[in-house]
């Protein structure tokens, strides 16, 4: 790729004069400039281009574009009305802004982007006509940059360099000066920050503030990804030090603070891999018939104070990062691994929700506050689903001595047979059979069941994919899944049910936009799926009906994928609008303290109001919510980019070989496929379909060729070839070989 060096030629500078005074009155409307004041913005000191501004600004003058407010002092004339909005840009280099001002986006054209970048808060102004009938505008001054950072391939020459970045977003190259490559070897993967864009400048203006490594290099890619959202991939040496200095032991004084739950039977169930235990269930048979049931949350706010650098640390990070070869935790690992995991045969200092219910899920007592706890056994999801399995045939109220307790060895942690003890597989079963009920119940209150598809790898001792299975929720899964829910509800209804002006950490999710359900419905169609949208209830009840509907088959993956998509977003709000994918009016996170800080925020704030202090500043707790959900959807966008890594990763040994997939896109420029046996997607160019001419028809969602009338349509079964698996530029492309008939 070649580049024209900054600062070349003065002439440069002023060869397109007028729209560059232009931009720089326009960028401070409110300020007056002179000749010479603009000369220096735009970096030209020779009396030729002196004049020529003199001459230009007499030029808009007499336009009655800019007006002189005091002698040789020039401002632009304001007869338009500008808005604010955030900038979405295609890889193209067009955009579109998102602003309140306006029902519907507003297209800006590549030459009219002046200098803003992708996620940026612009100023900009509507025109009059419009762009393909959509409204069309022009961006006036960036107002605040969404990121700085960038990582890229570094370019050296002989006194300077440029970083190409990795973003298709980012479109242009960033200038670095020899002097701030920071040793950077040409061809190294950087990060670069963004320092400046002068005026007359063709790129912005960077210095190298990491080297990252070689491209294609596993860990440079990592890092590379974690890098990219400016996420750490290690704690910084003042917050390891602290942790580590921090007294974990559990004494007697403390234990007299909280109710002692030691004695009650008590388990975890989690994952076969993982090492922090969030979250344990205890289970009691009460005199009366009911079930105490406990749920037992490790006690993070106990030692995680207000304050303290770890506090701090813990705060920016707001959630743990799981990525496909390793765990970014939220806490140091003397704290997320150890005093703060449930593991078991061991005390532990847990944050409680403790319910008595009786068999028909309703709730008699429920108790909040800090406990002691002792975990007896821990399990993972297949060992707690074989004892679901193996009983499956017993009746309810069938005793203890008839109950199959055996862990076969292919799913046991120990890697051996082993029975569990009976009231432990009674408690599973009996909390199974509870979990089944609250999930009905839900589902008629017009929840929505989203159990889409985990894709997983199977990696090596280099971490490379040499495998991919599909990870499904099953009982044991939704056991837990129902019990957690059940805290995080009735946590928020604790708190904002008794008094609605107290703060707190809600987990809010807002009705589905209607023309992205509408999208929804025009695409499902295609595969003679038909939605109801009449009212809230036959909205969700429709949904449910489609999801049942597409499980086993080809395109369940696209239409999971595309239903999650017209949902909005969940996130972290002090303003209650209650659950719309739970069916809930009050929901919050609580159960998950090691790995989200709002759920620690959540524990703190309970715990002040059970001990009768005052409401905290909303505005203070809105500002950190806001915080928490961003750098959730940031954790969100780098999880997806390293699947998306491993897949090019795995499908690099399988170049040539061909596989049958479904279309999960289509767009002018080529068709999107999803291969059916490891969910990987690539893309076939149009440029590649050398068959026929294909044109896109936008109604169809279908490429169609000219003269041999083949439709490819999304949806449609396809085989295709791998052509190029590129990790650096995390591309997958495939050649279509045609239609799987």
């Known amino acids: 790729m070649t580049r024209k060096k900054q600062g070349k030629s003065k002439k440069k500078g002023i060869s397109n004069l007028t729209n560059t005074i232009l931009s720089i009155l326009k960028k401070d409307r409110n300020q007056s400039f002179n000749y010479k004041q603009i000369a220096a913005k735009i970096g030209v000191n020779d009396a030729s281009s002196r004049n020529q501004i003199i001459k230009k600004l007499r030029d808009l003058q007499g336009k009655q574009e800019i007006e002189e407010v005091e002698r040789g002092k020039f401002k632009v004339v304001i007869n338009t009305e500008y808005h604010k909005g955030v900038l979405d840009l295609s890889g193209k280099g067009t955009g579109y802004i998102i602003c309140d001002d306006f029902d519907d986006d507003v297209f800006i054209a590549s030459n009219n982007i002046n200098k803003a970048l992708n996620g940026d808060e612009v100023e900009f102004y509507v025109y009059k006509r419009r762009h393909r009938g959509k409204l069309e505008g022009e961006i006036t001054q960036v107002l605040k940059r969404d990121k700085s950072e960038y990582v890229g391939v570094i370019q050296l020459h002989n006194n300077y360099a440029f970083v190409v970045a990795d973003s298709n977003k980012m479109y242009k190259d960033i200038f670095v000066p020899i002097n701030k490559t920071n040793k950077a070897e040409d061809g190294d993967k950087v990060l670069v920050k963004l320092e400046d864009w002068p005026e007359n400048a063709d790129s912005p203006n960077g210095k190298v503030i990491q080297v990252l490594g070689k491209p294609g290099d596993h860990d440079t890619e990592i890092h590379s990804i974690l890098a990219e959202y400016g996420l750490p991939h290690e704690f910084p040496q003042e917050v390891e030090e602290f942790a580590n200095k921090l007294d974990t032991s ?10 002692d739950m030691r004695q009650d039977l008590t388990f975890t169930i989690d994952p076969k891999d993982a090492k922090d235990f969030d979250d344990a269930l205890s289970f009691k048979i009460l005199k009366n018939g009911w079930y105490e049931i406990g ?3 490790a006690d993070v706010s106990h030692y995680l104070q207000e304050g303290t650098v770890l506090d701090d640390e813990a705060y920016q990070r707001a959630t743990s990062i799981y990525l496909v070869d390793r765990v970014v935790p939220m806490l140091p690992e003397v704290l997320s691994n150890n005093a703060c ?5 061991e005390e532990k200092l847990t944050f409680s929700a403790v319910f ?8 008699k007592n429920e108790w909040y506050g800090r406990t002691v706890t002792y975990s007896d056994a821990r399990f993972a999801y297949e060992e707690a689903q074989a004892i679901i399995e193996n009983n499956a045939h017993i009746p309810a109220n069938a005793g203890i001595p008839s109950i199959n307790t055996s862990i076969p060895k292919e799913i046991s942690i120990t890697d051996k ?11 599973i079963l009996k909390m199974d059979s509870l979990a089944k009920k609250m999930r009905a119940k839900r589902m008629s209150a017009g929840a929505i069941s989203f159990d889409k598809v985990e894709v997983k790898f199977d990696l090596d001792e280099h971490a490379n994919p040499v495998g991919v299975f599909f990870k499904t929720s099953k009982d044991a899964n939704k056991l837990i899944e129902e019990f957690m829910l059940l805290a995080n509800r009735k946590v928020s209804e604790f708190v904002g049910k008794k008094d609605p002006k107290k703060t707190f950490v809600y987990r809010v999710h807002d009705e589905p936009d209607e023309s992205k359900l509408a999208n929804l419905q025009g695409i499902v169609s295609k595969f003679g799926y038909k939605l109801n949208f009449k009212d809230r209830k036959t909205t969700s009840a429709s949904l449910n009906y489609l999801l049942k509907e597409v499980n086993g088959k080809k395109e369940q993956n696209l239409v999971d994928t595309l239903t999650i998509r017209s949902m909005s977003k969940a996130e972290y709000s002090t303003h209650n609008i209650g659950h719309y994918g739970l069916a809930f009016d009050y929901y919050s996170h609580f159960t998950s303290p090691i790995r989200r800080y709002p759920d620690v925020m959540a524990h703190r704030l309970l715990q002040l109001y059970l001990d009768g202090g005052k409401s905290v500043n909303e505005d203070i707790y809105e500002e950190k919510c806001n915080h928490s959900s961003n750098m959730e959807n940031l954790a969100t966008k780098a999880e997806r980019d390293s699947i998306k890594y491993m897949q090019i990763k795995f499908m690099q040994d399988h170049k040539d070989e061909e596989f049958v997939g479904v279309i999960s896109g289509v767009t002018d420029w080529g068709i999107y496929v ?3 046996s490891n969910k990987c997607e690539g893309m076939v160019s149009v440029r590649d379909m050398k068959d026929d001419h294909y044109a896109f028809d ?3 969602y279908a490429m169609v060729g000219k003269n041999n009338k083949i439709t490819y349509q999304l949806g449609d079964e396809v085989i295709v070839k791998v052509k190029n698996a590129d990790l650096v530029k995390k591309h997958l492309d495939f050649n279509m070989i045609g239609k799987n008939e």
């Open 698 to 700: 936008q109604e169809q």
């Open 674 to 676: 999803e291969i059916i």
């Open 250 to 259: 559990i004494t007697a004084e403390e234990i007299n603070k909280r109710r």
């Open 295 to 297: 749920i037992h949350i």
């Open 356 to 363: 008595q219910m009786n068999d028909a899920c309703e709730i």
């Open 341 to 345: 995991s449930l593991r078991p045969n």
């Open 417 to 427: 047979t082993y029975n569990t003890t009976p009231e432990i597989a009674q408690a």
